[in-house]
Every structure is written in C-alpha cells, then in structure tokens.
C-alpha cells in the first residue's frame, strides 16, 4: 500500500542539507526492506542530490519531474497558500534545476489540474488510487 510521506526541503544548500538527503534515503531503504511503497515529494533539483535518494540503478525508485513554463509555475505557485516556498523564490530554483533525464515527466500547464497531473502520474507508476494512505 503507497504511502505518501511529505519532505520539504530547504530553499538554500546549508550544512544540514546533505545529512538531510542521506536520512532521506534511509527512510526510504527502510521502507523498501519492509516491503512498502511511498511518494516521497522534495525539490531534488541537482543530480547529485538525486544520486544521494537513488545511489544505484534501482527500479523501485522513480523521479517525477514537474516540469512547466516559468510564468506557469510562478502563478500556480502565486495561488498557494501557507507554504514555504513564495513565488519569488522560483527563479533561483530554476536556475538551480538540473532537468533529470531519468523521470517520468508531468508537464505543468493551465489546462491541467493538479489531480490530472497526479492521475498521470499514478498510472506511470503503475500504482493505484484506492490504495493511497495519506500520512
């Protein structure tokens, strides 16, 4: 059963960004040794942080790349509310995004609701909606 567990990380690369990744990704070998599923949603804008949260070639971890226009996301990111990250701190993270080409991509635009988009992505991954726990 997929459980969806939500990290958010920090905007700047601090000292405790690293440590942060490599627990991440003991969080996710504990689930994988424990024969579970989650959805583990982060900006992992640079290769080398994905390569922290999947070390080796493994099948059982997949990217989702939430790819869209910068005006797009700037005013998807305008519509939020009580979240972290602000719509002005959008062009230092597309500055940053290193593009994964090993992903399954989501192409974010006006015509597409976020639950199209997760529906999307749920059939990508081969997963179903009834059997999402939302932790």
Partial sequence: ?????????????????WPW????????EALQQQGQSA????????QSY?????????????????KGR???LH??????????????MLDSQLDTLEAPADSIVVEIDDA?????????VITQLNLSEDSQDTH
């Fill in 39 to 46: 959805v583990v949603t982060c900006s992992a804008l640079k």
């Fill in 1 to 17: 059963m997929p459980r969806l567990l939500r990290f958010f990380s920090i905007a700047s690369l601090t000292e405790r960004y």
């Fill in 21 to 28: 990744l490599h627990n991440l990704r003991q969080r996710i």
């Fill in 70 to 72: 910068a005006a797009t």
């Fill in 112 to 120: 597409k609701t976020p639950e199209q988009m997760a529906t999307h």
């Fill in 75 to 88: 005013a998807r990111l305008e519509q939020r509310q009580q979240h972290f990250m602000k719509a002005d």
């Fill in 50 to 66: 994905r390569q922290v949260l999947k070390p080796q070639p493994d099948a059982a971890v997949r990217f989702v790349y939430l």
